[in-house]
């Protein structure tokens, strides 16, 4: 490969893009929100949250030394991240902490980036996680959803016009955003109907730290919701 050529990829990948329409950013997030609300269409698109919630637990847990054994995907949408290490300790609590916090943060370090007209490297950075994380998969369902959801973003960034790479790009980051959000309600009631524990990421937060299971997913709530917050004045211009 000449120098030439590494330099158009680099400038592609890593260049500044123009900002899209401010129509394009508003339809691109009333999509999103028709994919979060209405419950069939939640039913398919939250197994793109379970995958950045299943990747948050396993990417912590390798950030605080703790060994990765596998995750999984379920078809209902749930999911398992496996890790070896200290069973309790600042980095098992970040890791469980991790879950229902990745989808949002990633949306907000999204918007961010497309904030600052970085939609290609956006889109190539969301690519590299997905295969980064293939490799730890461990289950057929969980390979199918990694890497159809890969290729969707591998092909965009390819092959599209730049068009088509910020109407995807922002539908994937409000996407995340607004789909973060949901996740902590859905507990909420779930532990409400079971009258309290379960064997949730609250409930093993708070074996771990004796901080009760309600503070835990409260912080979900405040870092879902004011994730949404700034992330939608970053990627509305305001």
């Not at 400038?11 to 893009?17: E, I, K, L, M």
């Amino acid at each position: 490969m000449d120098t030439d050529h590494i330099s158009d990829v680099w400038s592609r990948v890593f260049g500044v893009q123009p900002d899209p329409s401010f129509w394009l950013v508003i339809a691109t997030g009333v999509l999103a929100l028709v994919a979060v609300v209405p419950h069939t269409a939640w039913r398919l698109s939250r197994n793109a949250v379970t995958i950045a919630h299943e990747g948050g637990h396993g990417l912590i847990a390798l950030l605080t030394g703790r060994r990765l054994q596998g995750i999984r995907l379920h078809s209902d949408t749930s999911g398992l991240t496996v890790s070896r290490g200290r069973p309790t300790g600042p980095g098992m609590v970040l890791t469980a902490a991790a879950g229902y916090t990745a989808p949002s943060l990633l949306g907000l370090a999204g918007a961010a980036l497309l904030a600052a007209g970085h939609i290609t490297a956006l889109l190539w950075g969301a690519t590299a996680l997905l295969l980064a994380m293939l490799v730890m998969i461990r289950n057929a369902y969980g390979v199918l959803t990694v890497v159809l959801t890969g290729a969707a973003f591998l092909l965009v960034s390819w092959l599209t016009t730049p068009d088509v790479q910020a109407a995807f790009a922002y539908a994937a980051v409000w996407f995340l955003l607004l789909g973060g959000v949901r996740p902590p309600f859905e507990l909420m009631g779930k532990r409400r109907r079971a009258g309290g524990g379960t064997d949730s990421d609250p409930d093993q937060l708070a074996r771990l730290t004796h901080v009760p299971a309600a503070v835990w997913l409260g912080l979900f709530h405040v870092v879902t919701l004011c994730s949404l917050i700034g992330g939608g004045r970053w990627l509305l211009g305001l």
